[in-house]
């Protein structure tokens, strides 16, 4: 089984629906990213979370929130989706290297396309 | 800008060759790291530099840090067609309690049977 699992792969929705994705971690990490990737930007980095009680947010957070219901899980939302939203979003996790974070174990992505 | 960016954009070679990609980065970092992205899918983690390493090798990858140019280099020996993808450098930021890895726009490198 997969170590990073987000639902769902695939969503077409239409532009003012609230749409939510799910990321799932069975590998004990605190850290927890949402990550979107354009062509030719590559990631940006949405919101992230060092452990349940720490939220942040990230490089382009507006229009999206977050919520941290458990140490595995971290679930991104688009409160009101806009046809700009439309994108690759990846769900990362890491542990904690002492100082700085240690390698970014990502899941297979969802891809959002917004009407 | 992007903290790491990576150069070229786009590489073709030929399987069998070496193909080698850049990263420049603009401020102090812990530690630089690479990724492997196949078309449409998750990043893979291929290898972490720290800021007190000059080299670092992993099967046939060699990576380099050249922190006074603030570059890193990634190496792939002897490619195959199954190292088409696009390859990401991240970078860790020196004070990083609270921040998170930049990644670069990524080369995407193409091998031809």
């Known amino acids: 089984d997969a170590d990073v699992t987000q639902t769902p792969r695939n969503r077409i929705t239409k532009t003012g629906k609230r749409i939510m994705l799910e990321c799932s971690q069975t590998k004990g990490h605190d850290r927890m990213y949402w990550y979107r990737q354009d062509p030719g930007l590559g990631l940006r980095l949405i919101y992230y979370s060092f452990d349940v009680k720490d939220i942040n947010k990230g490089e382009i957070s507006d229009g999206y929130s977050v919520s941290r219901q458990a140490q595995a899980k971290f679930s991104l939302s688009l409160e009101s989706a806009i046809p700009n939203q439309t994108a690759l979003y990846f769900c990362a996790t890491s542990d904690w290297g002492g100082l700085v974070s240690d390698e970014q174990f990502f899941g297979p992505g969802t891809r959002l396309t917004v009407l | 800008s992007q903290q790491g960016e990576e150069d070229p954009q786009a590489l073709s070679i030929q399987e069998g060759e070496n193909a080698t990609m850049n990263c420049s980065y603009k401020t102090s970092i812990n530690n630089l790291q690479w990724y492997r992205q196949n078309s449409g899918r998750g990043l893979v983690h291929l290898i972490l530099?720290?800021?007190?390493?000059r080299e670092k090798h992993s099967g046939r990858l060699r990576v380099t840090l050249d922190t006074s140019k603030k570059s890193s280099s990634l190496l792939i020996t002897a490619s195959r067609a199954a190292d088409t993808a696009s390859y990401f450098c991240?970078?860790?930021?020196?004070?990083?309690?609270?921040?998170?890895?930049?990644f670069g726009p990524g080369t995407r490198l193409s091998v031809l049977p």
């Open positions: 530099i720290r800021s007190n390493e």
């Open positions: 991240a970078t860790g930021p020196m004070d990083n309690y609270g921040q998170n890895f930049v």
